[in-house]
C-alpha cells in the first residue's frame, strides 16, 4: 500500500500497474512487477519494455494507431481530431496532446515531429494472439474490411458462449456468427434483442439455429419489447470479458465508432424478461 496523488493514481490505475485501496494505492501485479524492474533490480531497460507494452494498451494508443495504421505522417491537428471525435481526447486541448506524443515518441510507438507538427504510427498492429486483449477497435468509413474484420475478431475471442444484446439485430448477425462458431471454443449462442428486424430474419434464424445444432452449439433468440428493455448500448458477452459494440448497421455502413471493452452488464436479468422468437 502506498499514498499517491489524483493524478499518479490516475496514471497507475490507466497503465494497469495500480487500483485504489481504500486511502492509498496498492500495486497490481504488473505494478510490482515494474517496481521491482526499476527500483529493486535498477534493469532500466525490463522496466522500460514493461511500461511501453502498457502505453501500447492504452485506449488511446490503440485508437490513434488503428486510426493512422498506414497512412504515412498525419498533420497533429488531424490525429488530436481523430481521437477527439472518439472519445479518447479533448479537442481544445492541443498541449495535453502533444504531451502524449511526446510520450509515445520516447518509447518508438509514434514518430511524432515537433518541427513540422505531424505524427507517425511507427510500431506494428498487435499479433492475433494479442489483439484479442486490445482494449479498443475502431470503426471507420474508410476501412470497411477491417471494421467487419473486428466484429469476426471479438466473436471469435469468445469462450464457451456468445451472448449478444442489440436491439435492431438482424440477418447480417448470423454472418459474422457463423463465421466464428466453433464448438471447440463455444456450445451456446443468445441472442437478445428488440422486435424491430425480428420477422424480416425469422427464417434465416431457424436455418441457422438448425445448422448450429448440427455442430453441437445451442442457438436462442429472445425478443425483448421495446417498453421492458432496459438497456440502450449493445454488448456482446462471453465467459471471461465482454465488448461494448457498435450497431450491426453502423459496422457494415462503416460510420464512426468503436469496440470497447466494458465491465460485465446484467444479461441474465435482460435474458429473464424476453420472450422466445417464434
Not at 532500466?44 to 504515412?72: K, M
Not at 440502450?232 to 458477452?237: E, G, L, M, T
Not at 459496422?251 to 422468437?277: H, M, N, V
Request: hydrophobic letters at 40%; glycine letters at 6%; aromatic letters at 10%.
Amino acid at each position: 500500500m502506498r499514498a499517491v496523488s489524483p493524478e499518479q493514481g490516475d496514471l497507475l490505475a490507466a497503465l494497469g500497474f495500480g487500483e485504489p485501496s481504500g486511502d492509498s494505492f496498492a500495486l497490481t501485479r504488473k505494478g510490482a512487477e515494474f517496481d521491482d524492474a526499476w527500483t529493486v533490480y535498477r534493469n532500466e531497460d525490463a522496466a522500460r519494455a514493461l511500461l511501453r507494452s502498457s502505453l501500447v494498451d492504452l485506449p488511446p494508443t490503440q485508437a490513434l494507431i488503428q486510426g493512422l495504421h498506414g497512412r504515412g505522417s498525419v498533420a497533429l491537428e488531424g490525429a488530436l481530431h481523430l481521437l477527439a471525435r472518439l472519445g479518447h481526447a479533448e479537442p481544445d486541448d492541443v498541449t495535453a496532446f502533444r504531451g502524449f506524443l511526446k510520450m509515445l515518441n520516447e518509447f518508438a510507438i509514434v514518430a511524432y515531429s515537433v518541427k513540422l507538427q505531424t505524427v507517425r504510427v511507427t510500431t506494428e498492429m498487435p499479433p492475433p494472439e494479442v489483439e484479442a486483449e486490445v482494449a479498443v477497435r475502431i470503426v471507420q468509413p474508410e476501412r470497411p474490411y477491417s471494421n467487419v474484420r473486428n466484429l469476426r475478431e471479438v466473436l471469435r475471442s469468445c469462450k464457451d458462449y456468445i451472448w449478444w444484446a442489440e436491439p435492431h439485430f438482424g440477418k447480417k448477425g448470423f454472418e459474422s456468427l457463423a463465421d466464428e462458431a466453433d464448438v471447440t471454443k463455444i456450445t451456446e449462442i443468445r441472442i437478445l434483442s428488440g422486435p424491430a428486424q425480428a420477422g424480416d430474419a425469422a427464417k434465416d434464424y431457424k436455418r441457422f439455429q438448425a445448422e448450429m445444432k448440427t455442430l453441437g452449439i445451442t442457438v436462442e433468440w429472445r425478443i425483448v419489447q421495446t417498453a421492458d428493455r432496459a438497456w440502450h448500448d449493445r454488448f456482446i458477452v462471453t465467459r471471461d470479458k465482454t465488448w461494448n459494440v457498435p450497431p450491426l448497421n453502423t459496422i457494415y455502413k462503416g460510420d464512426y465508432s468503436e469496440f470497447t471493452r466494458t465491465q460485465r452488464p446484467p444479461f441474465e436479468d435482460w435474458w429473464a424478461k424476453g420472450a422466445p422468437l417464434a
